[in-house]
Every structure is written in structure tokens, then in C-alpha cells.
């Protein structure tokens, strides 16, 4: 598939959905590139409770467990155990803040303010073209189609564990 056909697919796709796009495509860039460390795994641990959190409470304390990741990607500094990683890397701190940015910032740029849909959409298409550049395949967008912005002011309708497994399984990106 085309980035220019799937990104048409992806345009009516809730905030949950195309964070959980952004999320396979940062996983798999990190596996490129060879990013591993203990603070990269509490990262995707994280964001992949996401689409299970939807009372209030779950959701607050979930967020409050953020982690150092998900805050450089608010525009925190770099954490100190993956800036001595950097160096040994092909990528330098700000392409890295770019590429961690993208899925954090599909969900907490929305989390506390109206939802913006074009915002939202341009994190999403910056994930997919570093994808199309990496050579990656995208992910199946099928499985994200029961999850529109047009529902729940944008997040999607609630979804099961199980389903929010299938994402996390079927919907990696290679």
C-alpha cells in the first residue's frame, strides 16, 4: 500500500488508533536502529495501557506513571541513561525526540485541551514517513477500523484487552 493510500485510510482513525500506529512504527525504528535499554521498554509497556484506561481514575494514575521517555517526548530533557546510549547510535537527540514525540504527543496533546484532529493527523504522517523513508511495512490498518474520531470526542470507542492485544500483536510494522 502507498503512504498517500494510507494515510487517506488512517484520516478518519481515532487519536487512540493512530497513537497505537506511531507506537509500531517507533518500535520498530528503535529495533533498527538497535535502542534498547530498560527505559525504551517501560516506554511501550506504557503507552500500550492506554487504550485500556477509560475511567478517570485509571487514567490518572496511569498518566502519572509516565515515565522519563514519554517526558523527553513533552519536551523533557533527554534521560541521562539513554544520552550516554546516543553516541553509539545513528540518530542524534533531536531526531530522537521527533520520533518519540510523534505517538506521545498524539495522546497528550489531546489529553487536557480540545482535540485536534490536523495536529494529531501530522504526528501521524511524520511516523509514516519515516516508515515509507526506513522501508518498513506498514502496519494492517484493518484492524484499527472500528476506531474513529468520530467517536468519543475523538479516542475511539472503548476497546477489549483482547482487541487492544490484536493491535499490539497484528499491527507491528516490519
Given at each position: 500500500m502507498?503512504?498517500?493510500?494510507?494515510?487517506?485510510?488512517?484520516?478518519?482513525?481515532?487519536?487512540?488508533?493512530?497513537?497505537?500506529?506511531?507506537?509500531?512504527?517507533?518500535?520498530?525504528?528503535?529495533?533498527?536502529?538497535?535502542?534498547?535499554?530498560?527505559?525504551v521498554?517501560?516506554?511501550?509497556?506504557?503507552?500500550?495501557?492506554?487504550?485500556?484506561?477509560?475511567?478517570?481514575?485509571?487514567f490518572?494514575?496511569?498518566?502519572?506513571?509516565?515515565?522519563?521517555?514519554?517526558?523527553?517526548?513533552?519536551?523533557?530533557?533527554?534521560?541521562?541513561?539513554?544520552?550516554?546510549?546516543?553516541?553509539?547510535?545513528?540518530?542524534?537527540?533531536?531526531?530522537?525526540?521527533?520520533?518519540?514525540?510523534?505517538p506521545?504527543?498524539?495522546?497528550?496533546?489531546?489529553?487536557?485541551?480540545?482535540?485536534d484532529?490536523?495536529?494529531?493527523?501530522?504526528?501521524?504522517?511524520?511516523?509514516?514517513?519515516?516508515?515509507?523513508?526506513?522501508?518498513?511495512?506498514?502496519?494492517?490498518?484493518?484492524?484499527?477500523?472500528?476506531?474513529?474520531?468520530?467517536?468519543?470526542?475523538?479516542?475511539?470507542?472503548?476497546?477489549?484487552?483482547?482487541?487492544?492485544?490484536?493491535?499490539?500483536?497484528?499491527?507491528?510494522?516490519?
Open positions: 502507498t503512504l498517500t493510500t494510507f494515510l487517506e485510510k488512517a484520516r478518519p482513525l481515532s487519536l487512540t488508533a493512530r497513537a497505537s500506529i506511531a507506537l509500531h512504527i517507533t518500535e520498530a525504528y528503535f529495533r533498527k536502529i538497535g535502542l534498547k535499554h530498560a527505559l521498554d517501560e516506554f511501550f509497556e506504557h503507552l500500550w495501557q492506554h487504550p485500556l484506561k477509560t475511567e478517570p481514575k485509571e490518572s494514575l496511569w498518566e502519572s506513571e509516565r515515565g522519563d521517555l514519554v517526558d523527553f517526548g513533552l519536551t523533557d530533557d533527554l534521560p541521562d541513561d539513554l544520552d550516554e546510549l546516543l553516541p553509539q547510535l545513528p540518530i542524534d537527540e533531536a531526531q530522537l525526540f521527533a520520533v518519540v514525540e510523534a506521545v504527543e498524539i495522546l497528550w496533546g489531546n489529553f487536557f485541551s480540545d482535540n484532529d490536523e495536529t494529531a493527523f501530522d504526528y501521524l504522517q511524520f511516523s509514516l514517513n519515516l516508515a515509507e523513508k526506513e522501508g518498513f511495512i506498514f502496519p494492517k490498518i484493518e484492524l484499527y477500523a472500528d476506531s474513529l474520531f468520530a467517536d468519543n470526542n475523538g479516542w475511539g470507542n472503548p476497546i477489549s484487552e483482547h482487541t487492544r492485544d490484536l493491535w499490539r500483536t497484528e499491527g507491528k510494522v516490519s
